[in-house]
DNA sequence: TGCGAAAATGTACGCGTGTACATTACTTGG
DNA sequence: CCAAGTAATGTACACGCGTACATTTTCGCA
């Protein structure tokens, strides 16, 4: 608890002013080498640190990005894999440019106030987790943008806005999936996809429809269905399309993520449907659970840590640009995914 | 970007010196009803927001606490699940009591020095995740507790040591899986434990040993199997444990954790040999995969959201008692586990 | 009405650092 | 050897807030 030394007394020790002590330590403007060594030597021998509360202070910067989780009822996390993944590569790069990682975590009740975070400056930029299209969010992006704060959103674009945005390219995730199943010999596919206020999931959509529009294969809405992205509503969707599978009307099935296509999975197996030989399934994400179900899942791998990394690049660049107002949609391009084929998508291989 | 107004702007506005616009904003001291409401109307005229930046400095407080993640090669997390779990209950606890949360991600090659994370006021109080027990830790929490910062470790527990730490009952929950396999006429288990620099193994050992005792069954050590909690740790022991089956040399398995149980029960079905039917098999941390495998895992429940959620608790109390020395080792109680069996053991149901 | 105590408010300064500007020391070229 | 220019260092203050202490106001009661 005891307060440890402070500038002053370094420069006592050092023989020198508080200014050059500052100077050494930040290694700014021109010192003579054996002052450096002096004021080293000194602050050394006395242990110092300087206090990073009072330096953030008079810098009038936190040092810190702010990392956004979203809330999700009745579970604690939206995904802990994606999640964890995210905030890894989010922690790697951010502790390489010398940044801390706040976590922030939303409540349901309490509305959306970033820009709060930067007016009290506990942030210097923030980066967005699982954040969905409606109408609170964007005009709480608004907000932001108009006051000119550095965020980054990952894996969610706004339609109509050209906020920054790290992302994988789903698109072509969902098209490589759909193709697969195509390539095995599906003829017709349903598509659980999650919620449209994600745009992953008119991403996946997009890559669904050009793949079958490709082969020229008919779209039949009434293949789509609607999940929550959860194992549940991936379960509950098995009766309907066991029934689908038992009719012929369907050979293969691509869900949007990982936990709905396990559940799915699951949910044909007890109705004594064998995903891998009655039908074909894939998943995405390539989470750890893809490996866990019997058959092993095929999925989308999509490279989560680095696009928590590119994030801390992009928030940190555009930071650096500061007042500039240059190409904010500037498109570096999304992160590729891909294809893992698994037991699940298996047994239609075509005939070659 | 551009800076809010500041306290003096307030006490301008409200006509009262900036002291006062102090005390009406952190409830301090006595304030005319009618001064306070002429500082508030200001502050809201104005959009007053305090910098946190300058409170902090000049309270002394950083305002955060830090929590400490493990570096685990090859994986970006120790535990997606685990961690995820922990992290939400740290996370909302924290904001409860009116706490940031800054992340630290420890590195492989840099030294842990937690203290001086102290000593540069980041953070006012820390939180340990996945700590093991090797000199290195050890030393470094000596430090700590020397220095007299308020820290909390997370299902660790270091023997010898009185350390604050949040732990749940894994001897019982090790005791009840065990049990629960004996329950079900399993004659001879096996054991598949992790690491010993996890105190969670050493406990999950004696809650095996107990509960093989109390029904006078003998410990016999070459059942007793050594993996790292991962999931291929637990794959690469099948071969091993199946000829272990096969010889009708054990009946039941228990495995430390679910990713070794999982990886262990896929191997065995790969050889032939079905969990629940051939062999009973329990996991424990009950994470979501557990209801992923086929067939589905016992396992057992840890409430790792509440394990972070008093850990932040513990930590702010200790912080409280500021220098006391009272009770360091106190006895708080464990979190209880919960036993939850799925279809990897019911086969051998015991006749009642 | 006056007086003491309590309530309410104001004054003044510290917190530890960054940094603009002033000052001093040194170098170099004539 | 001196002047000018640059390198090196020192001085002084701001940053925005909390708070000890001083001061003024209010209130209760004699």
Avoid: W
Wanted: aromatic share 8%; proline share 5%.
């Amino acid at each position: 608890m005891e307060e440890g030394p402070i500038r002053k007394e370094v420069a006592k020790l050092a023989g020198v002013s508080e200014a050059t002590v500052s100077r050494v330590l930040n290694g700014i403007g021109p010192v003579r080498e054996e002052t450096r060594a002096k004021v080293l030597e000194a602050a050394k021998a006395l242990n110092y640190v300087p206090n990073a509360l009072a330096q953030r202070f008079a810098r009038k910067k936190s040092g810190n990005i702010g990392v956004i989780i979203p809330f999700v009822p009745k579970v604690h996390l939206f995904s802990a894999y994606y999640f964890s993944e995210i905030l890894s590569g989010i922690g790697e790069r951010a502790k390489e440019a010398g940044y801390d990682l706040l976590l922030i975590f939303l409540s349901p009740y309490e509305q959306r106030n970033y820009t709060l975070l930067f007016r009290t400056q506990k942030i210097d930029a923030c980066i967005m987790l699982g954040t969905q299209d409606t109408e609170e969010e964007r005009s709480a992006l608004r907000e932001l943008e108009r006051e000119g704060h550095p965020f980054c959103l990952v894996n969610q674009r706004f339609e109509g806005e050209s906020y920054p945005t790290v992302e994988a390219d789903h698109v072509r995730g969902s098209h490589a999936a759909t193709a697969h199943l195509l390539d095995i010999g599906c003829v017709r596919i349903a598509f659980l996809n999650g919620p449209l206020t994600y745009s992953n999931s008119a991403d996946r959509y997009e890559g669904y429809r050009t793949a079958l529009e490709e082969r020229g294969v008919p779209l039949d809405p009434s293949l789509v269905f609607t999940g929550n992205y959860s194992r549940k509503s991936g379960a509950s969707l098995a009766p309907e399309i066991a029934a689908l599978i038992r009719d012929g009307r369907i050979d293969g099935v691509y869900a949007g993520n990982d936990r709905m296509a396990i559940g799915l999975l699951q949910g044909l197996r007890e109705l004594g449907i064998e995903p891998g030989r009655d039908v074909a399934l894939v998943g995405y994400d390539d989470s750890e659970g893809a490996k866990f179900t019997e058959p092993q899942l095929s999925s989308v791998s999509v490279p989560f840590y680095e696009l928590g990394a590119s994030a801390v690049s992009k928030v940190l660049g555009v930071e650096q640009k500061d007042g500039n107002s240059g190409d904010p949609g500037e498109v570096t391009g999304k992160l590729p995914v891909q294809l893992v084929v698994r037991a699940s998508s298996l047994r239609f291989k075509r005939k070659e």
